[in-house]
């Protein structure tokens, strides 16, 4: 069955430091996206990306977030410059076009600042 | 705005009990409900949804407008079920994200 996958499964920063953390979603789904969990509070969405450009993004996805699909498969989150409170776990999705909306979620990047 | 509650944290139940894990929402359109869940050390995957009226591992959850309620149940409990659930709002059929609750872990007892 096919899944979505994000590496690295966890990854620790300084802060100030620039992160891209990693997803290649199901190959035939258009619509990526990435939520943040931080630890002990809700599933937050971020952003949302259909067509090689943002389509949503929620207001937590200021301009030290950017994301990506650089080669067709990878779909990419950038942030910028980390700080402590940017320690959460990230989580890819992706879904098909149209009225299913059903999210397959990847494993999540556990990232940490430092 | 959009908002989803799941007011309880934790719940234990006994296997064989049933089981009813409370969600409520707040959003003036006419949202897509949801359950996820996530069982340990996997991801977070879909158990059910609204407009689909299925029942999926025993699991239904009936969607009352007039109590902006969307809870889970089940009628017979099974180890198995232990898990992190999560209730989820799309805003409209079609859109592209998801509001999610706290999350509820539920714990079946032999």
């Not at chain 2, 898990?83 to 706290?102: N, R």
């Amino acid at each position: 069955e096919p899944e979505v996958t994000q590496t690295p499964s966890h990854q620790v920063t300084q802060m100030g430091q620039e992160v891209i953390l990693r997803c290649v979603p199901i190959s035939n789904h258009l619509y990526f996206y990435w939520y943040r969990q931080i630890l002990g509070q809700k599933v937050e969405f971020l952003v949302s990306f259909y067509n090689n450009e943002i389509s949503e993004k929620s207001e937590i996805f200021d301009d030290q977030f950017s994301v990506e699909r650089p080669d067709g498969s990878n779909f990419t989150l950038k942030i910028r410059s980390t700080k402590l409170e940017d320690s959460a776990m990230y989580f890819c999705a992706s879904s098909r076009l149209g009225q299913d909306t059903e999210a397959f979620f990847g494993q999540g990047t556990r990232l940490t600042v430092v | 705005a959009q908002r989803v509650t799941q007011p309880e944290k934790l719940l234990s139940v006994f296997k064989g009990a049933p089981v009813e894990l409370k969600c409520n929402y707040s959003y003036s359109g006419s949202p897509e409900l949801f359950w996820y869940v996530q069982y340990s050390r996997q991801r977070l995957q879909l158990l059910l949804r609204h407009i689909s009226r299925e029942s999926i591992k025993g699991f239904t959850a009936d969607l009352n407008k007039g109590e902006t309620s969307f809870h889970l149940k089940k009628p017979f409990a099974q180890e198995e079920d232990s898990a992190m659930y999560y209730c989820a709002l799309s805003p409209f059929q079609g859109a592209q994200k998801l509001v999610f609750g706290q999350g509820t872990r539920l714990t079946i007892n032999p």
